[in-house]
Nanobody, 125 residues
Framework: QVQLVESGGGSVQAGGSLRLSCVASGYTYSMYCMGWFRQAPGKEREAVAVIDSDGSTSFADSVKGRFSISQDNAKNTLDLQMNSLKPEDTGRYYC???????????????????WGQGTQVTVSS
């Protein structure tokens, strides 16, 4: 059974940084596309950043230049480095994974099959 476990969330002041990590387990095949999503109270979940198995990345316009995504295929980990955080980055951040081949982009990307429980990020002004 595939499991995704996030860590690294917390509270930070605007302008600060956080690094989220996701550890994946329970599968022997490769995930084609992995990504980070977030959901703020009262808002729909949105894609933040995704990365495919070749290392190609895609970011939401709102985080471009501030966030970076990386993966370690040997360790089955996915990280999200968040810099210059803003109050509007506040939300619950989820790790997601998809094994099937297809577009790995924040817009028009896959319907991810596997999700973590999320980790809370709070940015105060």
């Amino acid at each position: 059974q595939v499991q995704l476990v996030e860590s690294g969330g917390g509270s930070v002041q605007a302008g600060g940084s956080l690094r989220l990590s996701c550890v994946a387990s329970g599968y022997t095949y490769s995930m084609y596309c992995m990504g980070w999503f977030r959901q703020a109270p009262g808002k729909e979940r949105e894609a933040v950043a995704v990365i495919d198995s070749d290392g190609s990345t895609s970011f939401a316009d709102s985080v471009k230049g501030r966030f970076s995504i990386s993966q370690d295929n040997a360790k089955n980990t996915l990280d999200l480095q968040m810099n210059s955080l803003k109050p509007e980055d506040t939300g619950r951040y989820y790790c997601a994974a998809e094994a099937a081949w297809g577009p790995c982009t924040v817009v028009g990307g896959p319907d991810f099959d596997f999700w973590g429980q999320g980790t809370q990020v709070t940015v105060s002004s």
